[in-house]
């Protein structure tokens, strides 16, 4: 029989009553909690988790880049229905995100996405236009090695990995065959023809509550092109339109994201008419 030890672990009472409050809804107390997080370092002989230093990246992993791919026409579309902007050839991914997609605004909210949970600038993350869907992102480090995540266009496989991590479920995906993938190519996106993901880059770069008003101006264009009330093209104009009239503030509360987030959505439903 194993000989049971005591520990004692320093940590801040918020922390503590956080982490108290979790393992109450799952059925625990703290002392098992932190006996099964010991139990799968042992058994695993890892953290199930990769610590991150201040520069968002452990020391012998870090990051020279991040690369997001994006399935686009190579000079983009210009729908003239909300039917033909929805016929998607590669993802099913419900109405908002398929127009996203169209305008390469899904790729824009995801680079600000990863500025801040990867915690690095932007200048290191990239998009890059991949028709085939296959390779979904890329990791380049400082030694020169480039780590990709390929698999199959089909959100079926992001959910069950949200899901379940840091678990894998199966899943009814279909097999990746890489030797029937081919070829894979890869481009830089036109941000002259895709304006919102250049529009996307600008509220990043701006900072304050610009990504706020671009998100939010972006869901009241979006939806207005699929009740028809607005053309396709219209969508990145009020974008920039609502971003060239923000008068930017300092995100410091809940209360000033809310804030932002409603003058957007209210004056660009204005430029909807």
């Not at 020391?59 to 210009?78: D, H, N, Q, S, V």
């Not at 990043?204 to 990504?211: P, Q, V």
Request: charged share 25%; hydrophobic share 40%.
């Amino acid at each position: 029989m194993a000989t049971k030890t005591t520990i004692n672990v320093r940590t801040d009472a918020a922390t503590k009553r956080a982490a108290q409050s979790v393992f109450k809804r799952m059925g625990l107390d703290l002392s098992t909690g932190v006996n099964m997080y010991l139990s799968r370092v042992a058994q695993d002989k890892a953290m199930p988790f990769t610590p991150r230093t201040v520069n968002g990246f452990t020391p012998e992993f870090e990051a020279r880049m991040i690369r997001e791919t994006a399935y686009a026409e190579k000079y983009g579309k210009r729908y003239k229905t909300v039917e033909a902007a929805l016929k998607h050839p590669k993802w099913s991914m419900g109405n908002k995100i398929t127009i996203d997609s169209a305008t390469m605004m899904n790729k824009g909210l995801e680079v600000i996405e990863a500025r801040w949970l990867f915690d690095l600038p932007p200048e290191k993350i990239e998009v890059v236009v991949h028709p085939q869907s296959i390779v979904h992102s890329l990791v380049e480090y400082i030694d020169g090695s480039v780590m990709a995540q390929l698999g199959v266009p089909d959100m079926r496989t992001p959910i069950a990995y949200a899901l379940a991590y840091p678990d894998r479920v199966d899943t009814d995906v279909v097999p990746f065959n890489l030797a029937e993938s081919s070829p894979l190519t890869f481009e830089k996106p036109d941000e002259k023809t895709f304006v919102c993901l250049r529009l996307a880059r600008q509220a990043l770069n701006e900072g304050k509550s610009y990504a706020t008003v671009l998100n939010a101006a972006n869901e009241i264009a979006v939806y207005a092109f699929l009740d028809k009330k607005i053309e396709f093209t219209k969508i990145p104009e009020i974008i920039e339109k609502t971003l060239d009239a923000h008068s930017p503030i300092e995100l410091r509360t809940l209360e000033d994201v809310l804030e932002s987030d409603r003058w957007a959505r209210e004056y660009a439903n204005k430029q909807v008419g």
